[in-house]
């Protein structure tokens, strides 16, 4: 008699920890189909959002430390396509005795974009700050309106253009004759052009070729992007990005050119 309750005791055990196995795996393949259905979800609302992070550091006989973070947002409405793009950049070398930045950048973006009832046409609205430390300038900002267009797009790729004019505003670097520097405030009227064209290579590689330029009787301010980025796993990708700034209209010590090699993980949230 006891033996049979001891057997039993174990019977009922083992059932209880099949099932709760069998709950688990039903809880782990709800949880992935609710993930999976809200992905789903948010592709079907066109929303994307990504985060790319890079770093740096090197030691011994030189000490080189580089960050690099961004953010970038695209979201597809019946009536508008807007896009939104945050960016930081970081780099100091240390000596015996000090601590030199290099390089030191804030930039964040908006383009917003309304249909037009005609195929691919659309009315845009764009803004950006840029707080570049090295550029000559305390801060540039700029804002445009006109017309934006879908040259073609399809499932291997895209090739989007705008045109519009806006207005620049910004503090200047300014020298005086004891050189010391202080800052005088800068605005004038711009022309705004870009380029945005994108390639599928592969199910797992992508290419872009990003070009824009605000061009004003002073100042022109042109950037140019060239990027490679190719998935490791799910959201996880590699990018590999070429960057080259043209900022004239400085002060003659400031380079008008500047560029700009990185690798970094890119990761997309959704």
């Known amino acids: 008699m006891p033996r049979l309750k001891v057997t039993a005791f ?15 795996a039903s809880s782990d393949i709800l949880k992935k189909l609710y993930l999976k259905e809200k992905k789903l979800k948010q ?10 992070f890079g770093v740096l550091t090197a030691s011994g006989n030189t000490n080189t430390s580089t960050f690099k973070a961004a953010l970038t947002s695209e979201h597809e409405l019946p009536r508008w396509s807007n896009s ?3 960016e930081i950049v970081y780099k100091q070398n240390k000596t015996a005795t000090d601590t030199i930045v290099t390089a030191q950048r804030f930039l964040i973006n908006a383009q917003l974009d309304y249909k037009l009832p005609s195929k691919n046409n659309r009315l845009f609205i764009f803004a950006e700050y840029n707080n570049d430390r090295f550029s ?18 399809n499932q291997e790729s895209q090739f989007r ?16 004759e004891n050189e010391r520097k202080s800052y005088g405030v800068f605005n004038e009227m711009i022309i705004r052009a870009s380029l945005d064209y994108r390639l599928s290579l592969s199910d ?16 022109n ?5 060239t990027t490679l980025t190719a998935s490791i796993i799910e959201s996880l990708a590699m990018k590999l990005s070429f960057v080259m700034i043209y900022n004239d209209g400085t002060l003659q010590r400031n380079e008008d050119l500047s560029t700009e090699t990185s690798i970094s993980l890119v990761y997309q949230f959704f």
């Open 161 to 176: 253009y705008s045109i519009g004019p806006g207005y620049a505003y910004a503090q200047r670097e300014v020298i005086d």
């Open 136 to 153: 000559g300038f305390r801060y540039q900002s700029a804002f445009a309106a006109g017309w934006s267009s879908h040259a073609w797009k």
């Open 10 to 24: 174990i019977g009922f055990f083992c059932v209880c920890l099949i099932l709760s196995f069998q709950a688990n």
């Open 204 to 219: 797992s590689a992508r290419f872009r070729q990003f070009i824009s330029t605000e061009a004003g009787q002073e100042t």
């Open 84 to 86: 939104y793009q945050s």
């Open 43 to 52: 592709k079907a609302q066109g929303i994307s959002l990504s985060g790319e």
């Open 221 to 225: 301010r042109s950037r140019s992007e």
